[in-house]
């Protein structure tokens, strides 16, 4: 069974950077055709994708982010982690680590998520 598992702080100044680690347990960050995700839900709206990296380690970015999203991974601790620059109070959200499955185009495990809060 792979479980996913999002750690960071809860709480980030305004114009900081946000960094939370996802690690992965039952399975390998690296294997074919799955796609390590971030999504984010901020408070009364739906999921915003945020980026993935690819079992090969490339990566993508939504375009309305892109200028300061950096997803990265530690192949030795089976972990991937996202961090979002100049955050801005707009940045508060529940953030969800997910796995994608390339071929499908459907997320088959998803993280419990984690409450992030910008403050001014």
């Known amino acids: 069974q792979v479980q996913l598992q999002e750690s960071g702080p809860g709480l980030v100044k305004a114009s900081q950077t946000l960094s939370l680690t996802c690690a992965v347990s039952?399975?390998?960050?690296?294997?074919?055709?799955?796609?390590l995700s971030w999504i984010r839900q901020p408070p009364g709206k739906g999921l915003e994708w945020v980026g993935y990296?690819?079992?090969?380690?490339?990566?993508y970015y939504s375009p309305s982010l892109k200028s300061r999203t950096s997803i990265s991974r530690d192949t030795s601790k089976n972990q991937f982690t996202l961090q979002l620059s100049s955050v801005t109070p707009e940045d508060t959200a529940v953030y969800f680590c997910?796995?994608?499955?390339?071929?499908?185009?459907?997320?088959?495990?998803w993280g419990q998520g984690t409450q992030v809060t910008v403050s001014s």
């Open positions: 997910a796995r994608l499955l390339g071929a499908a185009a459907y997320y088959d495990y």
């Open positions: 990296i690819t079992y090969s380690g490339s990566t």
């Open positions: 039952g399975g390998s960050i690296t294997t074919n055709y799955y796609y």
